[in-house]
Structures are given as C-alpha cells and as structure tokens.
C-alpha cells in the first residue's frame, strides 16, 4: 500500500522546502491529489446513495410484475372504507399523518382517519374470538408492507388490537366516534334496541 | 518571529504501528457499534441510567469529545489567528483532529438517543428555543467551517484566506463552547447546573481537553512519522497547557465557592464535597491542581520536560478534566431535587429523598470508547490521505528562537 | 402498469358505487355526530386553561388511587424497577421540618405556563396544547431526556423497555419520553369528562382532585381555588403551573 502511490511519499529535497517559501512542484502536485482524493471521499456516498435509489426503481418495478401478489384479508367490520381503496392504498400514511398531527398538536378527534378506526375494522379474530395483531404475519398491514418492504412504525407505540370492550353496541359512545360506519351502527343498533 | 521549516506528509503504513492501531481502533469501533445496537435494542434498561440519572456516561465522552474538538483547534487558531509560529506546522493536524473529535462525539449523543432513527427528524425539525437546536447548528456549522479552513491551509491559492477563516473558526469554537456548556446551564431544576458560569468553565474544559488530546495526538503522529517531537514544541505545549488549567481552576473554583455561598444552593454545594460524587470531584481537581504544580516547578527550574512527563502530564490532565466534568454531569443529578423545600419526604416511590446511585454499564463504556476510538480511526484515515502531519525540522527554530 | 392487484373495470365500477355510498354514510354520520355534541371536532383553545386542585387535606397517605387509575387508563405497569418503569402519577408523604404537619399528595406534570420542558426540547415535540395541556408529541420525540433534565418536577419517563399491549387510546412505546397528559384522550372526547385520576379518587370516596378549566370564574376549580386558596410546587420558578396544592 505504501508502494502504491510513490507520488505521494515526500523525498528528502522537499524536506528543505520552507514553511513560508514557495513549493517544490511535487508537493502542490501531491496536494492536487490530496484535494482529488478529498473529492472522491465525498463523492463515494453520493454515488452509492445513487445507485441504490436506481437499484430500488429497478426492484419495483420488477415488483409490479411478479405474480405472487399479497392476500390482504378483508375487513372484519363495516362494509366501507373511509376512503376509496385506491385512496387509502396510495396516501394512507398521509391521511394518517395529517391527522395525526391535527389531533395531537390540535386535539381534533372528530376526523375519520384516525389508525384506531383502522385497526378497529380491519384487524381479525382468530378462531376463539381472540384479536390478532394487525401488524402479525398475513394480517391486514403486514401482508402488504413486507410484500412491499416497507417497515411499519405504528405499532411499537400503537395497539395493534381493537379495545378490548369494542363490540358495536356495547361499546362506550366515545369509543365508537372516530370511525363514521361504526358510529352509524351503533345508531343503528341502538335505534332497534330501542 | 522564528522560521520553522517543516513540510507536511501522509503518514505511512509500515512505521510505528500504524496498521495495529488502526486495526486496533476499528475493533474498538466496531464494539461501540454493537454496544448501542444492544442499548437501543434492548432499551435503556439495560444501561446504568434511569428515570432519576437521564444523562450518563455516553453523555459524559460526547461532550468530553465535542469539548476536545473545540479545544483541538488552539494550535490551528494560535498560528493562524495570533501568529504564534511554533504552532504553525500543526496547523493542518489540529484542524483535522477538531473534525474528528467533533464527528465522533455526535456520533456519540446520537447512538444514546432513545429513537436514534430518527436523526432525520433532529435535523429538519427544529425548535429556536431550544439551546439544544442551536447546537445542532453549531456543530454542523463547525464541521464546516473546520473543512473550509482545512482546505484553505492545504491549498497554496488559498492560503491568503487563512487569517479570516482562522479568525470565523475562533469565534465559532467560542460560541460552540459556550452554547454547550449552556445546554447544562439553564436548568433551573437543578441546583448543581442552574448557573451562567458554566459556560466559561466549559470553555476552559475544552482548552484543557483539546490541549491534552492534540498533544498525545501529536507524539503518536511523531511515532507513526519516526521522528521525535522536537523539545521546543513539548516546551510551548506544556506551557499553553499550563495556562489552559489555571483558567479551568479559576473557573471551577469560583463555581463551586459562589455555589457554597448562595444559601439556596449551598446544602446541594456541600454534598458534592461529601457525597456520592466526592471521589471523582476530588480526584480531577487534585490532579488537575497537581498538574499545574508541576508545570510551574519545571517552567521554573529547568524549562525541560521531556516526551514522557510532557505525555503523562496530558493524560493526567485530561483524566483531571474528564472528572470534573462527571462530577458535574452526573453529580448534578444524583442530588434530588428540592421540591418541597422546609419539608422532609417521608415516603414516594420515586427517589424524592436520598441521593440515586449510578453505576455505568458495559455497554455505555462500550459506546463511550467506540467514539474516542472513531475518532482516532477517522483521524488514522485523514492522516493516510491528506499531507497533514508536519515534519519539522528543529535546529534552526531553535536557534532562533533564542535569539529573540 | 397498475399496482392494484384487483383493478378490473366491474370491480372498479364496484368501487366507484362504494365509494358514493359512503359518501351518504359519511353525510349521515356527521350529521350524528352533531346529535352527539362531540366537541372534539375543534381545535384545543386557548379560552380554556385546563388544571388540577389537589386538596391534601383529603388526600391520605397510603391511598394510591389517582395512581392505579392513571395506570389502568393508560395501560402502564407499575412492576419493575421504580427507577426505570413509567410513573406519570407518583404519591409523596411530606413531614414540615418545624411543625411536624404530615402531608400526602400526588406529584405529576403540572403542566406550567412557561414549562421549561418546551423550551429545551430541540425537535419541538414537548409542547403545550393551547389549552395549558403541557404533552409529548411522541412522533417527533428523539428521546433525547433533556426535557427530564430540565423538568423541576421530575414528572416525565423515559420508556427503558419495549411494551406491549398499550391501550388505543394511549400509544406508548420504547425510547420516546412521556408524561402525565390530563387525559387529553378523554377531556377532548366529551365536556365535562375528568381525568382518571380525578375519577378514581372520587370513586373511592376522597374526592381531593378536582379538574376543570382554570380561566372560567364559575368553573368549580375556579370556585375552589378562590375560597381555599391553592399553591404551585416550587412557585419561586415563577412557571404558573396548571396543577395547584391547597394545603401545602
């Protein structure tokens, strides 16, 4: 290695070259290479980060082609999305962003897309009447996020599991608000209580 | 003003073990890299803070490594700014260092970070209130200006910028000093920090700091280069040293007297002479004003120090300065606050009463020495790649210097 | 070229009814939610300043109440480590060094006018809601604990640990910091809904927490504040916190 760049080692005449003084050739020469390599340091990262984000355009597409499409399991609750399915595939995390923050910051509760409402109609029971996690393998979110390799943040933090008390017509009104179709429902059904 | 001649070179692989301590360092690195992916894997639990004591060791090597980064810079500003010729060849290699450390001590806070995932949200959310955000400015800010000055020290057709870009760098490194030591200042729930002073006695932390680590930077270089660090270069660094101390022992000292004095805070001052935090307190203040002692008697007697004592002097100083700023860091938090004051806390089950006790983990050693050992990797690397490292050539300037 | 995999023109077609019916759902259901007089759907403002009194002369020592309700509602558990383990709620017994009173009293965020926790918090995710509620945006928190730092109260957690189960209506999780919210989840769903602490210190018989908003003079923690007076921790901090003492 110390072989590989003679040009760069500094022989014994440029020893006398003055702090001061002007430069032997060689050593603005090798400073040229210095700055070069300089150069090349930066550069490295942005050429990996680009072909990286081709090599990404490249997967998706090749994505798209394949056959072996997820199996989303369908809604366990209601029978309309908040949203169009076009939508909510394409900008649900900017949905959910956006009314995230209304709510946190601001303290609107009242919007639809909130990630409750979601879990509440899209997450499953299993055979004993027990709720899955939404995020687990196959179910509603995970299927489609590792099919796209997209990692999910929502539920380090977010219950992946509906209230527990969550059965439309039993369930405490305020529950049941932050999603509109269970909230007709529930009208519904306490109508024909009633 | 004494003619130096020296030229800067890329050090070689073949000298002074080079290659091991490189080796050595990504060892150590990549132990730090494993230490925080189990500390943020795993959480917080398993490191030795908690609820009570927030900030712990990693928090103390960040700083130590921010404040050494702006502390590396005296050579650069001393030869570039006040003319000091002496210090010229080390123009190059201060400049370098101060980037490194700086890099690394980021690194450093961002791996203790609960989300470090969420850099990206640290730099593109920002709240101006927050004497934390502006440091986020600071640091990066002088990452940049180290590389411009850099450029300008490496490059002939640049070099009549030095003086002005060397002057921004002084400012910048007193006002990132500052800006950190205020980080700790205006936390007015905590007896121990709520003062203004910290900000100058950071700044004379990271004098003493930086001093200590550029020197021993500069005896591995002079290792890794075959050459010895000519005696006149140990003499003017043990000297700046020694001035670098006195202004951190005048700073600590009038900390903790106008904190004994104070009568809100003085019960709080006391424990830190007696308490938990006595050992670290004593030991970096003792040693620090040991050092200073000894400086003065060879200053006085022979003017000569040679390589070994000059080093063990660094490294005691930098042990000195590392205690005291533990001491400060943790010792601050291990005092309860006072929320009730005129009342005792017979019960809570939350440490109202009571000193809390922190003991540091592997895994924060782990991290903490990973950053010192990064940066000394990158600085191994800048050293291969750049003409940094000065070779000087001692008789003349010696000469000289006598002469003036 | 579509990336929906189920996109025929009859599905579509299907989708496209689906979709205008659920508009006239959407249409009924905010019209049902006028019924229901859900106040959430404006903004938090700042005409009300939410708070807590805290009467310490019936709160007992022993009684952990406000605590378990706390932690039932946000689904914290209270096994563990006390050092590392989340305590937004924590009780203390206090003895005056001259009299020898004896006091007890709950401690958790006391939401302050000018909390120090917003000030230092560098991505702005300590914040305060316009109406005095001092919370953790734990979206942008980067679990950084400077606002512990700066906390005079001690009042906020640090998750050390990863959790499961959380409550939907109180996300938490590991490396983010947290704090007593004042219920938010629950304040906003309905006027005149309490905190759980509030609720389960009434349910078992003290009754020594009162919420209510601090600027409306005929609120009863108005009332009360006014006729028993109430003290802020640490007043010499100047901060005007939201939560007040009488007795202490």
Redesign the interface.
Request: aromatic share 6%; proline share 7%.
């Given at each position: 290695m110390a072989c590989g760049r003679p040009k760069l080692r500094v022989g014994p005449s440029q020893r006398e070259g003055g702090f001061t003084d002007s430069v032997p050739a060689t050593v603005s020469r090798m400073e040229n290479q210095s700055m070069r390599i300089t150069a090349l340091i930066v550069c490295l990262p942005l050429c990996a980060f680009g072909a990286a984000t081709a090599q990404g355009l490249l997967l998706q597409r090749a994505g798209s082609q394949a056959e072996n499409r997820p199996v989303i399991p369908k809604a366990s609750k209601g029978d309309q999305c908040v949203a169009d399915t076009e939508i909510m595939r394409k900008d649900h995390m900017s949905l959910l962003n956006h009314q995230r923050d209304e709510t946190v910051i601001e303290g609107i509760r009242s919007e639809p897309y909130s990630l409750v409402s979601c879990v509440n109609c899209h997450a499953q029971t299993d055979t004993s009447g027990q709720a899955i996690r939404i995020d687990a393998e196959g179910q509603f979110c995970e299927s489609c996020h590792s099919y796209a390799a997209v990692k999910i943040d929502c539920f380090t933090c977010h219950a992946a599991k509906p209230a527990a008390m969550e059965v439309i017509g039993n369930a405490e009104p305020h529950l049941m608000r932050d999603n509109p179709h269970t909230l007709v429902s529930y009208l519904l059904n306490k109508e024909a209580n009633e | 003003m004494a003619s130096i001649i020296a030229d800067h070179q890329i050090v070689k692989p073949i000298r002074g073990n080079y290659l091991v301590w490189m080796l050595a360092m990504a060892l150590l690195v990549v132990i730090g890299g494993y230490c925080a992916y189990t500390m943020e894997h795993e959480g917080h639990h398993i490191s030795g803070m908690n609820n009570r004591v927030v900030w712990g060791l990693p928090h103390v090597f960040a700083i130590s490594l921010i404040l050494a980064a702006s502390g590396a810079l005296n050579s650069a500003t001393l030869s570039s700014v006040f003319n000091q010729s002496m210090h010229k060849p080390w123009a190059r290699l201060s400049v370098v260092l101060a980037i490194c450390l700086l890099i690394s001590g980021l690194l450093v806070l961002v791996l203790d970070l609960g989300r470090p995932d969420r850099l990206f949200i640290a730099m593109t959310t920002y709240n101006f209130r927050s004497i934390f955000s502006w440091n986020i400015f600071l640091y990066t800010g002088f990452i940049a200006v180290c590389v411009v000055y850099l450029a300008t020290l490496l490059d002939r057709s640049l070099n009549r910028y030095i003086a002005s870009i060397g002057a921004l760098a002084l400012l910048w490194r007193i006002v990132l000093t500052t800006g950190t030591g205020s980080i700790f200042g205006f936390l007015v729930g905590r007896s121990a920090l709520d003062t203004a002073i910290l900000a100058p006695l950071f700044i004379a932390l990271s004098l003493v700091m930086g001093s200590a680590v550029f020197a021993l930077v500069v005896a591995l270089v002079s290792r890794w280069q075959g050459t010895p660090v000519p005696a006149n270069t140990i003499r003017q660094f043990s000297k700046l040293m020694l001035w670098c101390l006195l202004a951190l022992l005048y700073f600590s000292v009038v900390h903790h007297l106008t904190n004994l004095y104070v009568s809100e805070h003085s019960s709080d001052e006391r424990t830190m002479f007696t308490g938990p935090m006595a050992l670290p307190f004593w030991l970096g203040h003792i040693t620090l004003f040991g050092v200073c002692v000894w400086l003065v008697s060879r200053q006085r007697i022979i003017e000569a120090i040679n390589q070994k004592q000059w080093l063990l002097s660094c490294v005691a100083a930098l042990f000195g300065s590392a205690m005291i700023l533990y001491s400060t860091i943790i010792g601050s938090q291990l005092i309860p606050q006072n929320l009730f004051p005129g009342k005792e806390v017979t019960s809570s089950t939350f440490g109202d009463a009571g000193f809390a006790s922190y003991f540091p983990s592997v895994w924060e050693w782990g991290l903490g020495m990973g950053g010192v050992a990064l940066s000394m990797l990158l600085l191994g690397f800048f050293l291969r790649v750049l003409p940094v490292s000065a070779h000087v050539i001692e008789p003349v300037a010696d000469i000289s210097d006598q002469v003036t | 070229?579509s990336?929906?995999?189920v996109a025929d023109n009859e599905k579509s077609l299907q989708?496209?009814r689906?979709?205008l019916?659920?508009l006239g759902?959407?249409g009924?259901?905010?019209m049902?939610?006028s019924l229901?007089e859900?106040k959430?759907?404006?903004?938090?403002s700042s005409d009300k300043r939410w708070g807590l009194l805290i009467e310490t002369e019936k709160c007992s020592?022993g009684c952990d109440a406000c605590v378990r309700g706390c932690n039932e509602e946000h689904g914290i558990d209270d096994a563990g480590?006390?050092?590392?383990r989340a305590?937004w709620i924590?009780?203390?017994?206090?003895?005056?060094?001259?009299t020898g009173n004896?006091?007890s009293l709950p401690?958790m965020c006391q939401h302050c006018e000018s909390a120090?926790c917003?000030?230092?918090?560098?991505?702005?995710a300590s914040?305060k809601?316009?109406?005095g509620v001092v919370?953790v945006?734990?979206?942008?928190?980067?679990?950084?604990?400077?606002c512990?730092?700066?906390?005079?109260?001690?009042a906020?957690?640090?998750?050390?640990?990863?959790?499961t189960?959380?409550?939907?209506?109180a996300?938490?999780?590991?490396?983010?910091?947290e704090s007593c919210t004042l219920c938010?989840?629950r304040i906003?769903?309905?006027q005149d809904?309490q905190p759980a602490c509030a609720v389960k210190c009434t349910e078992e018989a003290h009754s020594a927490i009162t919420f209510g908003d601090l600027n409306d003079p005929d609120s009863s923690i108005s009332q009360k504040l006014n006729t028993l007076g109430g003290s802020q921790?640490?007043a010499d901090?100047q901060l005007n916190t939201g939560v007040r003492y009488q007795g202490?």
């Open positions: - | - | 070229m990336r929906v995999p989708a496209r689906r979709f019916q659920g759902l959407a009924m259901a905010s049902s939610y229901l859900v959430a759907k404006t903004p938090a020592s480590d006390d050092l590392t305590q924590r009780k203390i017994d206090l003895k005056d060094e001259l004896e006091t401690v120090p917003v000030d230092v918090c560098p991505t702005g914040f809601r316009a109406d919370l945006n734990k979206h942008t928190c980067i679990g950084c604990r400077y512990m730092m700066a906390c005079p109260y001690k906020r957690s640090f998750i050390h640990e990863t959790l189960e959380q409550k939907p209506s996300p938490r999780g590991k490396g983010t910091v938010v989840h906003d769903e309905e809904r921790i640490r901090l202490l």
